[in-house]
């Protein structure tokens, strides 16, 4: 028997949402989806939304894909899953890998799978510092993270946090990592050296820092953060999680921006969020003492890792992206919701727009209205979906907008209208 107590815009259950304050939830109600076709999802009352953030940065082929279940289905009707432990393999496991070590920045990478963007990140610190002992380097431990950066909530991913609410309380799960500034290479060249290069394991870098607020790198800056970590030794492991399979105009921003990472995280818009999916993709190099003989076994996997009715909706998804040239999309779209949204610095809350890398962009809320009223961020992002827009309201009043990269120019128009109605009722 269900018991739940109704809401102003759905019921809510036991259901203990992610990220959530719950007292809120229970207070306010839960906004309940139930269907969605392209960038539109509907709610239970058939009420219509602009999905302007594809969920959580990830329906990169927009919703209603029927052909990503039905992929699913034929492979669950033979063999769903398998574990993949040991010598154990499954043939949509295998292509996956194979597709996604074509696409990879960096040719012949290998493809290690995960059930998401913190179990990539988890693996990635294991394997930077299991790569080092390999290498006869046990020593070098030390990673390092940017102000801002977001690498997911599990242990490693809590401790590589630059965003401080997301790691405060938590102490040092991960010991020995040391912050940076977001923007200056400089900076993180000084910081390899005052740590001794010969100590640092890895530097995690996302190419556009995304949960932190949409921040845009500066020219310049991946490139000369890849030359300090070549300069020293220490591995660059680039956090695509959000930037890779289309939403930088490539398959991965690491290859627009011609970064060659030691080591790739990835998950999100690998299927398009159909199913829940990580890769880490090492290059060549990184590899190489884990496949050697001898190495034995790498005492790390997930019961999931390889899952085949999983990669069967992966492939069905990157044939859609690959098909319809969404890459290529991409790049246009960056430039058109650059401009649909810039519009939006004008308005008396808004202190800046961030865009024009991606097709990813923030809405940063002006520094006074910020302090007048703390709580405008969630205001706003209520108000958006009041006017038909679902945004994202991020950590220091930014609100965030990533809309599938099937948006045309009607979307944008709704996508950009809708903000200012939900700005303006906040006004
Ligand atoms: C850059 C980055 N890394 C890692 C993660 C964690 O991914 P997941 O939530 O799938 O565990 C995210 C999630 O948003 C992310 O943006």
Not at 1 to 10: A, D, I, K, P
Not at 284 to 304: C, D, K, N, S
Not at 309 to 337: Q, Y
């Amino acid at each position: 028997m269900r018991q739940g107590c109704t809401g102003s815009v759905g019921t809510v259950t036991h259901f203990w949402h992610p990220f959530a304050d719950m007292a809120s939830v229970l207070a306010g109600g839960a906004l309940t989806l139930v269907r969605g076709e392209g960038v539109h999802v509907w709610d239970e009352r058939d009420r219509r939304y602009l999905d302007a953030t594809a969920s959580l940065w990830y329906c990169n082929v927009g919703w209603g894909r029927s052909e990503i279940g039905e992929a699913v289905a034929a492979q669950m009707a033979t063999l769903p899953v398998y574990s993949a432990f040991g010598d154990i393999t499954n043939r949509p496991a295998e292509a996956l890998a194979d597709f996604v070590a074509e696409i990879a920045p960096v040719p012949d990478s290998k493809v290690f799978f995960t059930s998401g963007g913190s179990d990539s990140i988890d693996t990635a610190t294991k394997m930077v510092r299991r790569y080092w002992q390999l290498r006869g380097a046990p020593e070098r431990t030390i990673l390092i993270r940017r102000e801002k950066a977001y690498h997911g909530m599990h242990t490693a991913g809590t401790s590589l946090a630059g965003i401080p609410a997301n790691a405060i309380g938590h102490g040092d799960l991960i010991e020995g990592v040391i912050e940076v500034p977001w923007d200056d290479a400089e900076a993180l060249r000084a910081a390899i050296e005052a740590a001794g290069a010969d100590r640092v394991a890895a530097f995690f870098c996302e190419p556009v820092i995304g949960a932190g607020g949409v921040f845009i790198a500066p020219d310049g800056y991946l490139q000369a953060a890849r030359a300090a970590c070549l300069d020293s030794g220490v591995l660059f492991v680039a956090d695509e999680v959000i930037t890779g399979f289309g939403l930088c105009g490539d398959w991965f921003a690491s290859s627009r921006f011609d970064l060659e990472p030691d080591i790739l995280t990835c998950a999100k818009g690998i299927t398009s969020g159909y199913l829940p999916l990580g890769a880490v993709v090492a290059a060549p190099w990184i590899a190489e003492p884990f496949w050697a003989p001898g190495a034995g076994v790498w005492r790390h996997g997930y019961t999931y890792s390889g899952h085949a009715s999983v990669a069967a909706a992966a492939l069905a998804n990157l044939a859609i992206l690959e098909r319809e040239d969404l890459r290529g999309r991409a790049l246009e779209l960056e430039n058109e919701l650059a401009s649909a949204m810039a519009p939006l610095a004008d308005h008396a809350l808004v202190g800046e727009v961030r865009a024009g890398t991606g097709v990813l962009a923030a809405v940063q809320l002006g520094a006074d209205a910020m302090e007048e009223d703390p709580g405008l961020p969630a205001r706003v992002g209520a108000a958006c979906r009041e006017a038909g827009v679902l945004v994202r309201p991020l950590v220091g009043g930014a609100i965030a907008v990533s809309p599938p990269l099937v948006i045309d120019g009607a979307g944008l128009e709704e996508l950009a209208e809708g903000f200012r109605a939900g700005l303006d009722a906040c006004a």
